[in-house]
C-alpha cells in the first residue's frame, strides 16, 4: 500500500488547512503524525477502521479533526486556529493488519512521504 499525502502550505496563524491522504489499497488504522525540525516525531490523530473512534493529541484538540472516506480509502486532517507551533512535515500513515485508534507509531507499517505545512506568526 503506497500513501500520498496532499494539502500542505504556507499559512497564517489562526488559518485553516486542509490535509488528504490517499492509500493505494484498502488499509485499517489510519492516523497522522508531525515532524518539526530538531524534535522528534510526534502523534497528531488517528482514526479506526469504521471511522467511529478518533483519537487526537491533546496539543491539537479543539482544533484539528481526523475523519475518512473508506470508499476512497482517504483520511483526512482538518486544521483549524494554526499557530507557528503547528509548523512541521505531516505524514499519514496506515496499517493492514492494526484497525485501531493508537498513538503508538509502531502499530503502522504503510507511510506517506509527507507534507509541510508552515504557519507563520
Known amino acids: 500500500v503506497q500513501l500520498q499525502a496532499s494539502g500542505g502550505g504556507l499559512v497564517q496563524a489562526g488559518d485553516s488547512l486542509s490535509l488528504s491522504c490517499a492509500a493505494s489499497g484498502r488499509t485499517l488504522a489510519m492516523a497522522w503524525f508531525r515532524q518539526a525540525p530538531g524534535k522528534d516525531r510526534e502523534f497528531v490523530a488517528a482514526i479506526s477502521q469504521s471511522g467511529r473512534v478518533t483519537n487526537h493529541a491533546d496539543s491539537v484538540k479543539g482544533r484539528f479533526t481526523i475523519s475518512r472516506d473508506n470508499a476512497k480509502n482517504t483520511v483526512y486532517l482538518q486544521m483549524s486556529s494554526l499557530k507557528p507551533e503547528d509548523t512541521a512535515v505531516y505524514y499519514c500513515?496506515?496499517?493492514?493488519?492494526?484497525?485501531?485508534?493508537?498513538?503508538?507509531?509502531?502499530?503502522?507499517?504503510?507511510w506517506g512521504h509527507g507534507t509541510q505545512v508552515t504557519v507563520s506568526s
Open positions: 500513515a496506515a496499517s493492514g493488519i492494526y484497525s485501531g485508534s493508537s498513538y503508538n507509531s509502531d502499530l503502522y507499517e504503510y
